[in-house]
């Protein structure tokens, strides 16, 4: 089973998250407080409200190793990364591919099957597209309270 971890850059707060199978890297995810991004500037990616929240918008996985759940695992450690450094909420921007096949190049971004799997919602549409496909904000709050209230 594929794990993720954070990252061994040396930096105040490394800028993502490294999957490993067997010991072996097979994966990266970016993940960092979106203040600190280019999409704190993107005029085209939404800001929905003033929560200082964190950014999860590249996803890669070496070829030879896809399709073994390692993106599942790369954005399951990039949250917990994210919730452990008291981040709010946390984003992604994927591809709305309506199921149909995203070009491997392209597929950096995850798809919003990806992000529904891991727990985001749909937080709103955004003016970017990707190889065709509309991209949207998928959201994931991380608040304590708002994770009671989604249980009751």
Request: charged residues 25%; contains cysteine.
């Given at each position: 089973?594929?794990?993720?971890?954070?990252?061994?850059?040396?930096r105040?707060?490394?800028p993502?998250?490294?999957?490993?199978?067997?010991?072996?890297?097979?994966?990266?995810?970016a993940v960092?407080?979106?203040?600190?991004?280019?999409f704190?500037r993107?005029?085209?990616?939404?800001?929905?409200?003033?929560?200082?929240?964190?950014?999860?918008?590249?996803?890669?996985?070496?070829?030879?190793?896809?399709?073994?759940?390692?993106?599942?695992?790369?954005?399951?450690?990039?949250?917990a990364?994210?919730e452990?450094?008291?981040?709010?909420?946390?984003?992604?921007?994927?591809?709305?591919?309506?199921?149909e096949?995203?070009?491997?190049?392209m597929?950096?971004v995850?798809t919003?099957?990806?992000?529904?799997?891991?727990?985001?919602?749909?937080?709103?549409?955004?003016?970017s597209?990707?190889?065709g496909?509309?991209?949207?904000?998928m959201?994931?709050?991380?608040?304590?309270?708002?994770?009671r209230?989604k249980?009751?």
């Open positions: 089973m594929p794990t993720a971890c954070a990252s061994s850059a040396i105040t707060r490394p993502g998250v490294i999957a490993y199978l067997d010991e072996e890297p097979v994966g990266w995810a960092h407080p979106r203040s600190a991004t280019s704190a993107n005029r085209l990616i939404p800001h929905i409200d003033d929560l200082e929240v964190w950014s999860l918008w590249c996803i890669r996985v070496r070829p030879g190793y896809r399709k073994q759940g390692i993106s599942h695992a790369l954005i399951d450690g990039a949250v990364y994210a452990e450094r008291g981040a709010p909420a946390i984003e992604g921007y994927p591809v709305d591919s309506r199921g096949k995203v070009n491997p190049t597929a950096y995850g919003r099957r990806l992000f529904e799997n891991a727990g985001f919602e749909k937080a709103a549409d955004t003016g597209t990707l190889d496909f509309p991209r949207v904000l959201r994931l709050d991380l608040r304590e309270s708002h994770r209230s249980k009751a």
